[in-house]
């Protein structure tokens, strides 16, 4: 079958991918370790070597990367299979940060310790993704409605849920309460909060798993096979219907997953989290080649990590303008980004 | 409840600065997404480099006319900047990289590194004295019965009605020629407008450069008027809400903007009058909406009216079916 060649080929190019990445953290560890590092996290923040800053901006552009890798795969999923750019996408994403905030402050008259507040978060965000494709955009492809107008109606769902929440869940920016205060620990040249530490396994083993979902479950190769070729892949008895919805409701979970963590990591929760991550969402899927899982994961890593090392020249406030300059460039040079098949995109 | 009230405030909001603002922004969007199909979402990009063209300008020292200048030629280039690498590519493609593109102006004109010439947070006030020297009406309050402004909002309404109208005269004559039938040839059938030989990547671009001249004088009308430009006026909702407005009007209708601009404003200061009434008169209990919420929810009621006007009525409330079935795919 074509589909299971093409991730052969993903999973190689992905596999060189991480040789790279780990090539670079390995040897900017040897930088490290050169200058003996020691004492707590705040004066290795500050004394540290160029090494030691190098890997420790790195790890933190890994949390930053995992977590839109985790939010962009379900973005450039629906887009593969049904032709539609999501730019209600980040809605899913503060949906699944707020819902999970309401489950551990205790607002709702009982408290969930955030462990169990965040399977509910996705479960409650897989629901909305199938109730989004089942009551609208299901409902509106039947009818035919042009892809431009379906954009646009994407844009009025965003303003929609963007507001329901703002509404709902209040201006202000909270942390959630289990985690409001993290003290870095010191693992050799890095120091890190274990919170994160989990956000970074835990990320790397949900990716894993979809990872494995995608490539050997009939589902996943399902969900690959409509997004490489609908008409082909409804020719050959698959259910287009049935893996939409799949997807819908996978991707708007994993949002919510990423949703949760982006909360937890940086800044806390926000009625706005999610808009303020789409455009590094796009950048990433564009990145990592529009239409592709596993090229949007390779895509969040990247400007994830990127983004945070630039800031060890460049001030913060340039972070974004560097993302979006990249998806830019990437669209100028190679449209299709780094994993996706060459094609005509005009 | 007083209905009298928020019915002055919604007509007064509906022939105001806001209305003007946004006729201006849709007549251009009008011509790149209406005419020509283009998904430009980076619209407000115009707008900033506009408003920010004419207060470098004259706070460098130099006249208002200049400034004005500066400003419509800074879009033209915009425009041009957004299509030259992405116009051969999909319509989605041109979206993304277009609010891209107007978020790294607005990052841009709000970081400290450039805060030498954009005053950064801050941004430029106090740069269209010129503007208001010009003014004919003596100090007081005018208007026909509640419906009042002050001499120098008047002024500043006035003409910008007069700009809104020279704009929608110039598209009018545009497009009636030649050279908009070949806009509409390209968003109903983009290869066919090929086959005949017409040079579709120029003709896009036109329309980006023209769109954007139009959408920046929003800009420096928005600029003048307030007196001031700040980074943070122009946010991606702007861009949105001014499809909102042309999608409301009708898109590839010349007076479809200006109508949708004013029925947009009637209708979302006539709801958030009546609501704001109601939360606080105690008609709407307090635990599902209190008066600081009404605010989101007018951007709520705006969603959905997108969503339906897309879903039932793409063509907006005056435009024609047929004009208007935009498949650029």
């Known amino acids: 079958m074509p589909t299971s060649e093409k991730g052969r080929i993903s999973a190689t190019r992905l596999g060189v991918f991480v040789l790279v990445v780990f090539a670079v953290v390995v040897g900017s560890e040897a930088l490290g370790a050169a200058s003996p590092l020691g004492g707590s996290s705040v004066v290795a923040q500050v004394s540290a070597s160029f090494g030691g800053r190098l890997l420790n901006v790195t790890v933190d552009g890994l949390v930053v990367g995992l977590i839109i890798a985790l939010t962009s795969v379900g973005l450039s999923l629906i887009f593969g299979v049904t032709g539609l750019i999501n730019f209600a996408h980040g809605e899913l994403v503060t949906f699944g940060a707020v819902v999970a905030w309401f489950l551990n402050s205790g607002s709702w008259g009982f408290r969930v310790a955030l462990a169990i507040a965040t399977p509910i978060a996705v479960v409650a965000g897989g629901l909305l993704g199938a109730g989004l494709e089942k009551g609208l955009f299901g409902p509106l492809r039947r009818r035919r409605v042009p892809n431009v107008s379906l954009i646009v109606t994407t844009i009025g769902l965003s303003l929609v849920i963007r507001h329901v929440i703002l509404i709902w869940y209040g201006p202000q920016v909270h942390k959630y309460r289990d985690y409001a205060i993290e003290i870095a620990r010191d693992y050799g040249p890095v120091s890190i909060t274990d919170v994160k530490l989990a956000i970074i396994i835990i990320s790397l083993l949900v990716l894993g798993i979809v990872g494995l979902f995608l490539t050997k479950t009939k589902l996943g190769t399902g969900m690959r096979a409509v997004a490489d070729n609908r008409e082909l892949a409804e020719a050959s008895g698959i259910d287009v219907r049935k893996i939409i919805l799949a997807t819908w409701v996978g991707g708007a979970a994993l949002a919510a997953l990423g949703g949760v963590f982006q909360g937890i990591g940086f800044a806390g929760v926000s009625w706005d989290l999610g808009f303020k991550l789409l455009l590094l969402m796009f950048a990433a899927v564009i990145l990592g080649g529009l239409g592709t899982a596993f090229g949007a994961m390779v895509g969040g890593i990247l400007i994830g990590v990127s983004t945070q090392i630039s800031s060890l020249w460049l001030s913060t406030e340039f972070k974004l303008v560097i993302a979006f300059a990249v998806l830019i460039l990437v669209l100028m040079v190679r449209p299709q980004g780094i994993l996706g098949r060459r094609e005509r995109v005009g | ?329």
């Not at chain 2, 470098?56 to 130099?62: A, F, K, P, S, W």
């Not at chain 2, 900047?81 to 990289?97: C, F, S």
């Not at chain 2, 891209?100 to 004109?109: K, N, S, Y």
């Not at chain 2, 009636?176 to 983009?190: M, N, Q, S």
């Open chain 2, 1 to 329: 409840m007083d209905l009298v009230r928020s019915l002055v405030d919604a007509i007064r909001s509906a022939l105001g600065t806001s209305a003007v603002m946004f006729a201006l922004a849709g007549v251009g969007l009008n011509v790149m997404f209406g005419y020509t199909g283009l998904l430009n979402f980076g619209h407000v990009g115009s707008l900033l480099v506009g408003g920010y063209g004419v207060a470098i300008t004259v706070n460098l020292g130099g006249p208002l006319w200049l400034g004005v200048l500066v400003g419509i030629a800074a879009a033209v280039v915009l425009g041009l900047i957004y299509g030259l690498p992405t116009l051969r590519l999909r319509e989605d493609y041109l979206a993304i990289v277009t609010i891209a593109a107007a978020e790294i102006l607005r990052l841009l004109t709000r970081s400290s590194a450039l805060e030498p010439i954009t005053r950064g947070v801050f941004g430029i006030q106090k740069f269209a004295n010129a503007f208001y020297s010009l003014n004919p009406f003596p100090l007081g309050s005018y208007g026909i019965w509640r419906i009042t402004w002050s001499a120098n909002t008047l002024w500043a309404i006035l003409v910008g009605w007069v700009v809104v109208g020279l704009s929608v005269l110039l598209v009018w004559a545009l497009t009636r020629a030649p050279w908009g039938r070949v806009l509409k040839a390209i968003r109903e059938d983009e290869d066919a407008a090929r086959s005949l030989g017409k040079n579709v990547f120029g003709y896009k671009l036109q329309s980006l450069a023209i769109g954007g001249a139009i959408g920046s004088l929003a800009g420096i009308f928005f600029a003048v008027q307030t007196q001031s430009v700040n980074p943070d006026s122009f946010q991606p909702l702007f861009t949105f809400l001014a499809y909102a407005v042309v999608i409301l009007g009708g898109p590839g209708r010349v007076l479809g903007p200006v109508v949708g601009s004013v029925l947009f404003w009637f209708l979302l200061s006539f709801t958030e009058a009546i609501l704001r009434q109601a939360t606080l008169a105690g008609f709407i209990p307090s635990w599902l909406l209190t008066a600081q919420e009404v605010a989101a929810v007018r951007w709520v009621l705006v969603g959905l009216g997108l969503i339906l006007l897309m879903a039932f009525r793409p063509q907006g409330l005056f435009g024609s079916r047929e004009e208007t079935l935009i498949d650029a795919r």
